[in-house]
């Protein structure tokens, strides 16, 4: 039927644009989008603290990344208001991360990522790392909980290439 085909084109063409609109209003990482609602207008990061700054590094974790997708060390344990600089070699032969978030972020920008593998990333609380190279993130923990960590390229999440941070102290 005519009308038919026509709805479905139309139809097909509003799925494309707005394909290309979601990933758009989503950029790349690079474009330094919002992960899973837990940045603030002011930049602070909702349930994980926020960036720190150089000058005010406590201590420096350093953490190697592997192709068996696993973090060592993987668990960490810091004082709430610790600003932590973290140094991540990546040891292995393919691309790897190491992002900090609650486990809800985590897994809804894995399923994220599993859509748009070729992401990368400029927001604080996450960093790509190339084979061969290091990377370092700065950040403050400014409150008392959990934190996850975790390598959201495609399969190695759900490799087990996960951590935590323990964050400890009194709630802020």
Request: proline fraction near 3%.
């Amino acid at each position: 039927m005519k009308i038919s085909s026509s709805l479905l084109t139309l139809g097909a063409a509003l799925v494309v644009a707005g394909a290309a609109n979601f990933a758009f209003a989503n950029g790349t990482h690079e474009g330094g989008h919002e992960h899973g609602g837990h940045e603030h207008a002011d930049g602070e990061h909702q349930a994980i603290g926020q960036p720190g700054v150089a000058s005010a590094v406590k201590r420096t974790i350093a953490v190697k990344m592997s192709d068996d997708m696993r973090f060592t060390p993987s668990n960490f344990s810091v004082k709430r208001g610790e600003t932590v600089r973290f140094v991540i070699k990546n040891v292995g032969q393919v691309k790897h991360e190491f992002v900090l978030g609650t486990e809800a972020e985590l897994k809804e920008h894995y399923e994220m990522m599993k859509k748009f593998p070729t992401m990368e990333h400029s927001d604080p609380s996450m960093v790509t790392v190339a084979p061969g190279k290091t990377e370092e993130i700065v950040w403050n923990f400014s409150r008392a909980g959990r934190v996850e960590i975790g390598c959201l390229q495609p399969g190695h999440f759900d490799a087990g290439m996960r951590g935590a941070v323990s964050v400890l102290g009194g709630k802020k």
